[in-house]
């Protein structure tokens, strides 16, 4: 079955600090992988993505990500952390069984950062 | 463009009642989703929409759950006779199937939060 797995409910981290958002997946053939945060109360925003290419990948807010195929994970970075970050982020990998074409996502439960003064 | 817009933000109904949420996609956006999200959860995919087609109905939207997209633009999801169990944000998402730019995530919109006493 495919799925998300968010093995940490909550992250705290020091403003200031490097942070990570762990995320591991499964899902048949090549994933896209996704990260988006949600603020309370409000939708979600798309921070970024892995399709193909480097397992490095750069997005929005100074939050990069790194795609590992043999471990199947796709954790979520920030070399140095802000108090405005604080917020819920939740990991997403495509519904494959289709070979993608319906688009939808299936999500993790979320993690929620909090970074401290 | 203004984005994906949800409404209302906020329904608090009694159980037993009927309730209609409605979203408005970005206008050029020919895919349309739906989801939900419990609290503490991560979004679960309901339903997608390619124009005013319904091409996929997840087992979490009940015989009590019914969308529409009549003229391939704004969605309606409506809920018959709530139940308690009902309460959750209703997340709507948008993109553009057969672009680039569909493999790179949704817009979601804010969301309708739905509280049935």
């Known amino acids: 079955a495919q799925s998300v797995a968010q093995p940490e409910d909550q992250v705290n981290v020091a403003e200031g600090n490097p942070l990570t958002v762990k995320c591991t997946y499964s899902v048949s053939g090549n994933p896209y992988l996704f990260w988006y945060v949600q603020y309370p109360n409000r939708g979600l925003q798309f921070l970024l993505k892995y399709i193909t290419g480097d397992n490095l990948v750069k997005g929005s807010y100074g939050f990069e990500a790194e795609f590992n195929k043999s471990q199947t994970s796709f954790h979520l970075k920030k070399p140095s952390a802000l108090v405005s970050d604080s917020a819920l982020y939740f990991c997403?990998?495509?519904?494959?069984?289709?070979?993608?074409?319906?688009?939808?996502?299936?999500f993790g439960k979320g993690t929620k950062l909090s970074v401290k003064p | 463009d203004t984005g994906v817009s949800q409404n209302p933000r906020h329904k608090i109904t009694k159980r037993g009642q009927n309730v209609t949420f409605r979203c408005d996609p970005i206008s050029e956006h020919n895919r349309l989703y739906w989801y939900r999200q419990t609290l503490g959860q991560g979004p679960e995919f309901l339903t997608y929409?390619?124009?005013?087609?319904?091409?996929?109905k997840s087992r979490l939207l009940s015989d009590r759950f019914s969308a529409e997209r009549p003229k391939g633009s704004f969605s309606t999801l409506e809920i018959q006779r709530t139940e308690q169990g009902d309460s959750a944000m209703y997340l709507c998402a948008s993109s553009l199937y057969g672009s680039i730019s569909f493999n790179y995530g949704y817009t979601f919109g804010s969301g309708t939060r739905l509280t049935v006493v």
């Open positions: 997403a990998v495509r519904d494959m069984r289709y070979g993608g074409s319906q688009g939808n996502l299936i």
């Open positions: 929409f390619q124009n005013e087609a319904q091409l996929e």
